[in-house]
């Protein structure tokens, strides 16, 4: 079969097209485009149907596993596929990894080292127990982030732009020093013991209940990331489509509750809007696909998903 | 079949519009007057009651942008906005210190030019349903921006030894919300935000001035 590769522009991409197997997988055709043109790796290739000039509709994209024919319309032996460049890609292990490692190690620069001296302030100074728990307590959590990434989580599309690994290090990286200095700050005020105590308390059971859910979650794909999306059910998936955020959310109100800057609960805005517009969307994409059997919305700040029957 | 609301608006943001333009008209009138009588010391003093007025009046326009009045994104009118109200308020009116410094003159006539072509601009497209020369603004800003630009980053970078000095606008600790606001550093970081803001506005605006250009060609 004949595939004719086009720009979005319409200019041939691959002069005189690409001849494959009649049977040949989309896969196929992508190891064929990279034989052919060296820099444009498998994943960074978006693969897509041509949408006639003027229709808004957004265009199909090709799915890595199906074959040729099946986009092909009736029985013709030729394809016209649009191609567009993602740009450089990395695999969201890695872009996982880096955007964590940054608020593993930079926090504990600013309760060990004298990092305060640089702002004009004297050596330090009583360390309270609080800033130690808050240390231990934030390290834990983005050592199990990076734990989940290379053991738990199942990726579905195995690659993200390069340009967000700097995005995403300048968020992490920003407000995970941001926070480390208010909180190790040598004039820091500690909260109540109480209050300490229920903050913390709260947010490692938010953090177990934020790791069963992405065992929940890892269990709805097989270990090479198909499996598609589903619905998650059980646990707290049968109140909120996206418990993994909700957990997550109420675990670093848990860390604020206990440790209260201003830092640390502008922090928490910002993650939480950013999670709900997740959260929206997936949802959307859920009850697109499956209809309405999606779980009942709870309280609204459960949220997460606003459900309905 | 225009309805009453359409006049309405068109109303309004004509006699807004016209309104800010005789503002801006006054700041550059009286900025050349003091600077040819006095001296570039003066100027500010000459502008200032014009020059507060007419920029603040310019935080209607995001509400404008915010209701659906004006077409204008409200992402790309906060930012101009803000520097605008920084620059006013945040350091000539809080840093009496730095009204005298020269480049307080050619940040007024930059602002007041830029800002004169726009109003007459919009007073006219909204009061008249046209508008003249639409190139000449767009080639205007080539000058104007770099002009403004640079008289606002050299402000701001000239008051911070008053800013620092006089611990303005800072909250320190320790508090209960163990929560801290330096001046100085956010003076700082607004300079940093200059470096890739500039040229990404600079760009932007290249970007419009082509395409007016090229859309007037085809007319």
Same mark, same amino acid.
């Given at each position: 079969m004949k595939v004719t590769l086009v720009s979005r522009s319409g200019r +041939?991409?691959?002069?005189?097209g690409l001849e494959l197997n009649d049977s040949a997988t989309v896969a196929d055709l992508q190891e064929a485009i990279h034989k052919r043109?060296?820099?444009?790796?498998p994943s960074r290739q978006r693969l897509t149907l041509p949408v006639p000039s003027g229709s808004r509709e957004r265009p199909v994209i090709l799915n890595y596993?199906?074959?040729l024919k099946d986009y092909?319309?009736?029985? +013709?032996n030729t394809l016209t596929i649009v191609f567009k460049d993602l740009g450089p890609q990395v695999s969201y292990r890695t872009l996982f990894f880096f955007e964590y490692l940054g608020p593993l190690i930079l926090y504990p620069v600013f309760y060990y080292f004298p990092v305060y001296k640089y702002f004009g302030y004297e050596e330090k100074r009583v360390i309270h127990p609080v800033q130690t728990y808050a240390l231990y307590y934030w390290c834990f959590h983005y050592f199990k982030r990076i734990m989940e990434t290379f053991f738990i989580h199942r990726f579905s599309h195995a690659t993200s732009p390069l340009s967000n690994v700097f995005r995403n290090c300048a968020y992490y990286w920003t407000f995970g020093s941001y926070i480390a200095y208010y909180v190790n700050h040598p004039l820091y005020t500690p909260v109540s013991d109480l209050q300490m105590k229920i903050g913390f308390g709260f947010g490692i059971v938010c953090q177990l209940a934020n790791f069963y859910c992405h065992i929940i979650l890892k269990n709805l794909r097989s270990p090479d990331g198909s499996g598609g999306y589903q619905i998650p059910r059980g646990f707290l998936f049968n109140i909120v489509t996206c418990a993994n955020y909700t957990t997550e959310i109420y675990q670093w109100l848990g860390f604020n509750i206990a440790t209260q800057t201003v830092a640390g609960y502008v922090f928490l805005v910002v993650a939480t809007s950013i999670m709900t517009n997740w959260a929206l969307a997936k949802h959307r994409r859920l009850k697109k696909m499956e209809g309405r059997s999606t779980p009942e919305d709870g309280l609204f700040f459960l949220h997460s998903c606003r459900t309905d029957r | 079949m225009a309805s009453a609301l359409t006049v309405l608006r068109r109303l309004y943001l004509s006699i807004y519009n016209w309104l800010v333009f005789i503002g801006w008209f006054q700041v550059l009138f009286l900025a050349l007057k003091a600077l040819k %009588?006095?001296?570039?010391?003066?100027v500010y003093n000459a502008v200032e009651k014009p020059l507060l007025l007419a920029q603040s009046a310019a935080v209607m326009e995001i509400l404008h942008g915010l209701i659906g009045l004006? &077409?204008?994104p409200v992402s790309s009118t906060l930012p101009q906005i803000g520097s605008r109200l920084y620059l006013t308020w945040g350091i000539l009116w809080s840093f009496? %210190?730095? &009204?005298?410094?020269?480049l307080v003159t050619s940040l007024v006539i930059s602002w007041a030019i830029t800002e004169i072509i726009r109003y007459s601009f919009f007073g006219m497209k909204e009061a008249f349903g046209f508008a003249p020369s639409w190139h000449l603004w767009l080639s205007t800003f080539l000058v104007l921006y770099p002009t403004g630009i640079s008289s606002e980053v050299g402000l701001i970078y000239f008051a911070l030894p008053y800013i620092k000095a006089s611990e303005k606008y800072c909250f320190r600790m320790p508090n209960k919300w163990n929560f801290s606001f330096d001046y100085f550093y956010a003076a700082i970081l607004a300079l940093g935000i200059y470096v890739p803001g500039s040229p990404h506005l600079y760009h932007y605006m290249l970007g419009q001035r082509k395409r007016a250009l090229s859309k007037s060609k085809k007319e």
């Open positions: +041939e991409f691959i002069k005189g043109t060296k820099k444009f790796y596993k199906k074959s092909c319309d009736g029985n +013709e | %009588e006095s001296g570039h010391e003066h004006v &077409r204008s009496p %210190e730095i &009204r005298t410094h020269i």
